[in-house]
């Protein structure tokens, strides 16, 4: 019997993330999923890493070599590289993994969703919390009704940097919005199933050094219809925390931690005076999402988490900046639907069946 197919896979960037969650996922993603490529700007990283997997490496402006022998690609590169490497990868016929935020600003988003869509490849955004069992279940338990009609929710993400951190590079995508204040909208508006049509934001900095030069701590306000309300505040200079609730009419749930990815989750579900708790393992996040991406291209599947679910958040990003250095509220207009159809370019590379 013939072997199941794999997608074979180049991680672009050889970050935190990369080394110690993205690499390691392979070897709970071999179903579908196969590890070839490695790409680093450091050649000590791309010698050191490919021989620990076993794979070949390269370097940035070997790119288009790289790309020859994938299927496709997990971009975890800087925030400020995304764009270029989606489009470069999509007109090799190479399918994209961008971790988010999906890029810097909402025209590269609609710069990568049409390079994609031109090339028929596909195109998926890192969402790992949608993966995540406890997250999963909190979903439920908010669309079931089990709290009653969902009225606000709240949410703090913070972690203290260290200086010359790559997070605190304007340039290179940096700030407390894009880097954590992702997880806290994507969050708000998964979990209300609907899209803020304003938005409000205040940005503050102490005077610390290692954070000068981005927003050191911001707070975030975003209205949804029907009279809901999302908040939130982020710091790059303070102690690490990553919990949200969200409040419902008949009760509440809260998560705490909740957007972690090395610690098990947990949190409790609350009605009246009665508190269940909630809790999950430690679960690798990542592989769940290499395999639902493998499943879409070896399917000809939509990815779960879109390009365009990618381009809103950055859109809310962009507004709660923009807030945040005027001082006024940004109202946001409805997102045009785009009508889903096969793209009329060439279809992305086949992949081999062994």
């Known amino acids: 019997m013939p072997a199941s197919p794999r997608i074979r896979y180049a991680?672009?960037?050889?970050?935190?993330?990369?080394?110690?969650?993205?690499?390691?996922?392979?070897?709970?993603?071999?179903?579908?999923?196969?590890?070839?490529?490695?790409?680093?700007?450091?050649?000590?990283?791309?010698?050191?890493?490919?021989?620990?997997?076993?794979?070949?490496?390269?370097?940035?402006?070997?790119?288009?070599?790289?790309?020859?022998?994938?299927?496709?690609?997990?971009?975890?590169?800087?925030?400020?590289?995304?764009?270029?490497?989606?489009?470069?990868?999509?007109?090799?016929?190479?399918?994209?993994?961008?971790?988010k935020p999906m890029a810097m600003t909402v025209r590269e988003c609609e710069r990568m969703i049409a390079a994609c869509r031109t090339a028929g490849v596909k195109?998926?955004?890192?969402?790992?919390?949608?993966?995540?069992?406890?997250?999963?279940?909190?979903?439920?338990?908010?669309?079931?009704?089990?709290i009653g009609e969902p009225k606000y929710f709240t949410s703090?993400?913070?972690?203290?940097?260290?200086?010359?951190?790559?997070?605190?590079?304007?340039?290179?995508?940096?700030?407390t919005l894009p880097d954590i204040g992702v997880y806290c909208i994507n969050a708000a508006r998964t979990l209300f199933g609907a899209?803020?049509?304003?938005?409000?934001a205040m940005s503050v900095n102490s005077g610390a050094r290692k954070v000068a030069a981005i927003d050191?701590?911001?707070?975030?306000?975003?209205?949804?219809?029907g009279g809901r309300l999302a908040s939130f505040v982020t710091s790059f200079n303070a102690t690490a925390r990553a919990t949200f609730e969200v409040v419902g009419t008949k009760g509440a749930v809260r998560?705490?931690?909740?957007?972690e990815y090395a610690l098990a989750l947990a949190g409790e579900r609350i009605e009246g005076q009665t508190r269940t708790p909630l809790?999950?393992?430690?679960?690798?996040?990542?592989?769940?999402?290499?395999?639902?991406?493998?499943?879409?291209?070896?399917?000809?599947?939509?990815?779960?988490?879109?390009?365009?679910d990618g381009l809103q958040d950055v859109r809310i990003i962009e507004a709660l900046t923009r807030s945040a250095k005027t001082g006024r509220p940004v109202s946001l207009r409805?997102?045009?639907?785009?009508?889903?159809?096969?793209?009329?370019?060439?279809?992305?590379r086949s992949v081999k069946r062994r």
């Open 255 to 259: 998560l705490d931690p909740s957007y």
């Open 216 to 225: 050191e701590t911001t707070g975030g306000l975003l209205r949804f219809p």
């Open 156 to 175: 703090a993400f913070s972690l203290s940097v260290k200086a010359g951190d790559i997070r605190t590079i304007p340039a290179m995508g940096g700030g």
């Open 11 to 99: 991680v672009a960037g050889l970050g935190r993330i990369a080394l110690n969650a993205v690499l390691p996922a392979f070897a709970n993603a071999r179903r579908n999923s196969e590890l070839t490529a490695i790409l680093s700007s450091s050649a000590s990283k791309r010698k050191a890493i490919a021989a620990k997997y076993n794979v070949k490496a390269y370097s940035y402006e070997d790119y288009d070599d790289c790309l020859k022998d994938v299927d496709a690609v997990y971009i975890a590169l800087p925030n400020s590289m995304h764009a270029e490497f989606t489009e470069r990868s999509a007109r090799a016929g190479v399918h994209v993994l961008c971790e």
């Open 279 to 308: 809790r999950s393992k430690q679960h690798d996040q990542f592989a769940p999402e290499l395999r639902h991406f493998s499943d879409c291209i070896l399917n000809d599947r939509a990815p779960r988490a879109s390009g365009e």
């Open 123 to 146: 195109l998926m955004v890192a969402y790992r919390l949608q993966f995540e069992p406890l997250n999963l279940e909190v979903l439920q338990l908010v669309r079931r009704g089990k």
């Open 334 to 348: 409805p997102l045009a639907k785009r009508q889903r159809r096969r793209a009329a370019g060439r279809p992305g």
């Open 195 to 200: 899209e803020p049509t304003e938005v409000l």
